[in-house]
């Protein structure tokens, strides 16, 4: 295997991550002992994650280089993502909180990928301790998917990522400075979470539900230390929420532009333009269907509307109320808001505002084509033109995605679910949202699923995670040939 991929240069990155898991635990047992709960679970876990990231540094000696190749990187971020979900479920097995196997690695995948969906039957029952570390899984995914998707994944060319910088340049600038670029982006992703602290402390929610809230909002992720989610918080921290949502799924490019005071490259964004566009009509269509067909104030409409629609489109999965209950045409919107996906370079799941974008732009050039055969047309991306291959491969991997949609929910289906059921389950655990329709909506969970289920949901999860080229190819015989 090691003509085809450089292990040692896998298990040194593999050491990092399990270093980095393992000492989150262990800060996490302090928290355990300030509410006077059981620590021993986090040591456990700790220890467990600590030598096993020992075990593979010492595997890794010898590595050369710090360069890693396209194979070795499809390999080795599956593979990490994969191995931390076992990580992040061991002090859920250890406490006791979630004695099954299956549940527990589901709901850590689905904390580590920052989905959101949850098998868990009465959230306020767990310890405050399991809780927090619920809500950190999701804040440790969110830093490593800002990475991946901004420096990882536009470097290998993987899923058309290459084109949704605010010009094709900025992966230069990465390349000769990437840890200095690396802690400006956590030095955002921290102020972001620091900011949203501090204003629901200000609403008066307390500092533990807060900084579990931020961390959830923040990477998007959805999970809360209350059953109910948000429906029990004022408006203040319901708005406060809603708006850290849109800011999250928000290309953290444009926050390193504003950074820099580039303020020229942020108005020249196409996707961050389309995506404000998106929130803002689908929000008001439904704001409308709130107040026409239910007969809802103005305020709460608006609230009610645009929370939800927010919080599906960056695919955060938080709800202020139960959209099952609204007019069908209300639900069915949102279903389909579950395939948008927030920006590019975001912490935000789906297809992606970007690949949509694209599609929308290569319909118009094709219309524009057939009314004037002989013209010649550019298909522009930020002022840029963009080549026809790049075009296609976004394309592609839309077409891919709705693909494997189908073969998640009849796979679903044939293990027994309704289609309602099977189809938001898939299209909410690729998209990385959290609650569905059917019997997985935003009042209910996941823990009626048969085992099987949740197995497949929990792959789902990682393979629409990771944009689903680096998990597919490493099951095709070209992939192993060196």
């Not at 802690?183 to 955002?188: D, G, K, M, S």
Request: charged share 10%.
């Amino acid at each position: 295997m090691n003509k085809v991929i450089n292990l040692k240069l896998t298990w040194k990155i593999l050491s990092i991550n399990f270093y980095v898991v393992g000492f989150a635990l262990l800060a996490n047992s302090l928290l355990a002992l300030w509410f006077s709960e059981d620590i021993m679970p986090f040591i456990y876990s700790s220890l467990i994650s600590l030598i096993s990231g020992f075990i593979f540094h010492k595997m890794s000696a010898g590595v050369k280089g710090t360069s890693i190749k396209r194979k070795d990187a499809y390999f080795t971020v599956t593979i990490s993502w994969f191995l931390v979900g076992f990580l992040g479920a061991l002090p859920y097995l250890f406490s006791g909180s979630i004695p099954s196997l299956a549940d527990a690695y589901f709901e850590s995948v689905s904390g580590f990928t920052t989905t959101g969906s949850s098998i868990l039957t009465d959230i306020e029952a767990l310890p405050k301790s399991i809780l927090f570390w619920r809500s950190l899984t999701h804040w440790i995914g969110g830093i490593g998917i800002i990475v991946l998707v901004i420096i990882i994944l536009p470097s290998l060319k993987i899923g058309g990522y290459h084109l949704f910088t605010s010009e094709s340049s900025f992966q230069d600038k990465i390349k000769p400075r990437i840890h200095q670029v690396a802690h400006q982006l956590f030095a955002i992703y921290l102020t972001l979470t620091l900011l949203e602290v501090l204003l629901l402390m200000a609403g008066h929610m307390n500092l533990y539900e807060s900084v579990c809230h931020a961390f959830a909002t923040v990477a998007t992720g959805g999970f809360s230390p209350r059953n109910t989610s948000i429906c029990d918080y004022s408006p203040y921290i319901q708005y406060v929420i809603m708006i850290f949502m849109f800011l999250s799924g928000t290309n953290y490019i444009i926050y390193y532009y504003l950074v820099k005071r580039e303020f020229t490259k942020i108005r020249k964004n196409d996707e961050f333009k389309f995506y404000f566009f998106m929130v803002f009509i689908i929000g008001a269509v439904v704001t409308a269907i709130l107040i026409l067909k239910m007969g809802k104030p103005l305020e709460v409409a608006f609230r009610e509307a645009y929370f939800q629609v927010i919080s599906i489109i960056t695919c955060t999965g938080f709800a202020s109320a139960d959209y099952l209950l609204w007019p069908t045409v209300g639900w069915v919107i949102i279903f389909f808001a579950m395939f948008l996906g927030g920006s590019t370079g975001s912490t935000a799941g789906g297809i992606k505002m970007a690949r949509h974008l694209i599609f929308f732009k290569a319909i118009k050039t094709s219309y524009k084509k057939i009314m004037h055969p002989h013209a010649i047309f550019s298909l522009k991306m930020n002022g840029k033109s963009l080549g026809k291959d790049l075009v296609n491969s976004n394309l592609s991997f839309i077409i891919m995605y709705i693909f494997i949609f189908f073969i998640g929910m009849f796979s679903l289906v044939l293990m027994g679910l309704d289609s309602a059921t099977a189809s938001s389950s898939v299209a909410t655990c690729m998209a990385g949202i959290g609650p569905g329709i059917g019997t997985v909506g935003p009042a209910s969970n996941f823990a009626h699923l048969p085992v099987d289920a949740k197995v497949l949901l929990s792959f789902i999860m990682v393979l629409g995670r990771l944009e689903i080229y680096p998990v597919l190819v490493l099951f095709t015989k070209n992939f192993w040939k060196s």
